[in-house]
């Protein structure tokens, strides 16, 4: 069902965009408040932000399906429940000032720009750094910056950071983005190489705290050259 919809919706426009809408909606229901996010602006964000419009249109079919989808360049779109759940643990209100590390399509930039005051990404590959930027400009999405660089230099002039978002595994998290991170701010990240954990990192004064949600498996998070 849900694939001849998301043909429609290639071909016609309309009607096909009411299909998404539909497919957007039991997306939340099924995927994202059946496994717990609760945070009702979140869910307000997934059922918003046109998660079709951020892939290859030869995936387009599969553009709410409960997991990950190539963007190119050996990269990945996260299936959508982590990026609900991420963006869950991140605890936005909408005064913060957000760094992502791994723009990618520029989906989740999307999600937390509704959430936050401002968000910096962060992409390594340039094409998919360009390609995101324009998007999210061409859609509106006007307090997001996106920066073609190394993620493990954070974004020095713009720190600290309220909260710090890794959608991409370092091996362990960089003391820079720590660093980079506000007094009584958040960290959410995958961690590890082959065995990655999600984790969420608390910075109050000088103590950390760090709490592990669950296990994951997300693109590593490379070295610039
Ligand atoms: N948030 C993205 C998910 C992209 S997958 C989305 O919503 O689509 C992770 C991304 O991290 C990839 O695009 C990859 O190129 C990027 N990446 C990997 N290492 C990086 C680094 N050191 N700095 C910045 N981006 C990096």
């Not at 190119?72 to 429940?81: A, M």
Request: aromatic share 6%.
């Amino acid at each position: 069902m849900a694939f001849i919809s998301a043909l429609c919706m290639a071909s016609c426009c309309g009607k096909g965009e009411s299909n998404m809408e539909r497919l957007r909606e039991l997306m939340v229901k099924n995927q994202i408040e059946e496994r717990g996010v609760t945070d009702q602006r979140v869910l307000h964000a997934m059922r918003t932000v046109e998660r079709h419009l951020f892939i290859p249109s030869h995936v387009i079919s599969e553009a709410y399906n409960d997991h990950p989808l190539p963007i190119g360049h050996g990269q990945t779109i996260s299936q959508p429940y982590i990026v609900a759940l991420m963006t869950e643990l991140c605890e936005l209100r909408g005064v913060e000032k957000v760094l992502e590390v791994g723009t990618g399509s520029g989906y989740q930039a999307a999600i937390l720009s509704l959430l936050a005051k401002k968000v910096y990404s962060i992409e390594i590959v340039e094409p998919l750094g360009k390609n995101a930027r324009s998007l999210l400009k061409k859609m509106g999405y006007d307090n997001v910056e996106v920066r073609i660089g190394d993620g493990y230099k954070g974004w020095p002039e713009e720190a600290p950071f309220d909260r710090i978002i890794l959608t991409a595994s370092p091996p362990v998290i960089p003391q820079t983005l720590i660093d980079q991170l506000a007094d009584g701010g958040i960290l959410v990240s995958p961690e590890g190489e082959f065995m990655q954990e999600l984790v969420r990192i608390r910075k109050n004064g000088d103590r950390i705290t760090k709490e592990s949600i669950t296990y994951v498996r997300f693109v590593p998070m490379v070295h610039g050259r």
